[in-house]
Antibody
Framework: EVQLLESGGGLVQPGGSLRLSCAAS????????MTWVRQAPGKGLEWVSS????????YYADSVKGRFTISRDSSKNTLYLQMDSLRADDTAVYYC?????????????WGQGTLVTVSS | DIVMTQSPDSLAVSLGERATINCKSS????????????LAWYQQKPGQPPKVLIY???TRESGVPERFSGSGSGADFTLTISSLQAEDVAVYYC?????????FGQGTKVEIK
């Protein structure tokens, strides 16, 4: 069974940094493209960033480009999202998600999410 | 960027009745190399992460009840719940994975009338 467990969320001041982690199990992590999707309180889903299985190819939403960095450590089966220069509108639940084996492919598994609150 | 627009924003349907949600993309999401429409539907219940229902516009995910079906091609898509059950109360999102940035529709809230 696929399991994705996010951690690292919390309260941070504007301009601060956080690093989210996602521990993956139940599938071959090194072969799977991964994604972060966020959801602001009471709002819809917003794609944030994706990374290929090799870690070589990354994509970012314009809203986070230059501030967030996605990475992965296949030796630890862990996905990361380094978030710098945080702003109030980055406040959201951040979901770690696994892309299906197909390319292009949809999200076939989601974590429970971790809440990031940016506020002074 | 491909803009995804869902309609309606919300709908209330009686138990056992049909619910229909529409999704339009600002450009075609048909991928000629795999002959597929790169469109997925997700269901999100309160306090839970989303769950995929349909991918490739019309392929039901394993374990998803048959009352859920997807149709459409190119830039116009529909999610149909043939006989609404109480457990189907949720927000439904369409999403294109044809190209980055991935984009979602704004969501459609389905309630019981």
């Amino acid at each position: 069974e696929v399991q994705l467990l996010e951690s690292g969320g919390g309260l941070v001041q504007p301009g601060g940094s956080l690093r989210l982690s996602c521990a993956a199990s139940g599938f071959t992590f090194a072969n799977s493209a991964m994604t972060w999707v966020r959801q602001a309180p009471g709002k819809g889903l917003e794609w944030v960033s994706s990374i290929s299985g090799s870690g070589i190819i990354t994509y970012y939403a314009d809203s986070v480009k230059g501030r967030f960095t996605i990475s992965r450590d296949s030796s630890k089966n862990t996905l990361y999202l380094q978030m710098d220069s945080l702003r109030a509108d980055d406040t959201a639940v951040y979901y770690c998600a696994k892309r299906s084996e197909y390319d292009p492919g949809w999200v076939d598994s989601w974590g429970q999410g971790t809440l990031v609150t940016v506020s002074s | 960027d491909i803009v995804m627009t869902q309609s309606p924003d919300s709908l209330a349907v009686s138990l056992g009745e049909r619910a229909t949600i529409n999704c339009k993309s600002s450009q075609s999401v048909f991928y000629s190399s795999n002959n597929k429409n790169n469109l997925a539907w997700y269901q999100q219940k309160p306090g839970q992460p989303p769950k995929v229902l349909i991918y490739w516009a019309s392929t039901r995910e394993s374990g998803v009840p048959e009352r859920f079906s997807g149709s459409g091609s190119g830039a116009d898509f529909t999610l149909t719940i043939s006989s609404l059950q109480a457990e189907d109360v949720a927000v439904y999102y369409c999403q294109q994975y044809y190209s980055f940035p991935w984009t979602f529709g704004q969501g459609t809230k389905v309630e019981i009338k």
